[in-house]
């Protein structure tokens, strides 16, 4: 069974698929669709357009506190529903210009390596781009949504790919020791 989306020349490939809260979005890269149904998807199943911005790939978002947060060929947003609002400062947009000011700018030809991770002690996203010169990602351009802080990191090797992971604090219910 398939669902066709509405030609849509801007929206670019489609990126990848994403659930917040009960629904499901369809990503392209410049666009985010909302998939709906009232009885049965096949039958009564429906794509409405849910934002103008989209996602590069399908490892280039990552929710935090009910909140999605993209990289697009335009820069970063964050996306929660109908809501969707620029995060970039102007020294961050700079690197998505074609003629940036800054040293720094994005190379699009390695955008299907680009990836995301969450940490979520330090309220930090980070996207793992290649910068100019680069064919793989070695920089990775940092946000802190806590305070709407930036930064850039760079590192000595490639970063290949990146995973977050959700822990609980340790129970000390079976304590063989303690320490003071």
Known sequence: NTLTLAEDPGAGEISGLMVQN????????????????????????????????????NRCWVQAEDVSYMLDTVGFH??????DVDIGTPGVQDMFRTRPDGPYRINWSAKRNF??????????????????????????????????????????????ASCGAQTEPPSFDNTVAAFD
């Open 115 to 160: 990836h995301t991770v969450y940490e979520p002690g330090e309220g930090t996203i980070r996207w793992f781009v290649a910068l100019a010169g680069s064919r793989l990602p070695q920089h990775a351009l940092c946000y802190n949504y806590v305070t709407n802080a930036w930064g850039i990191e760079e590192y000595q090797f490639p970063v290949g």
């Open 22 to 57: 009960s629904w499901l979005y369809v990503l392209c890269e410049n666009r985010i669709y909302r998939f709906s149904f009232v009885n049965n998807p096949l039958l009564d199943g429906f794509v409405v357009k849910s934002a103008k911005r989209g996602c590069v790939n």
């Open 78 to 83: 964050a996306f929660a529903g109908n809501d």
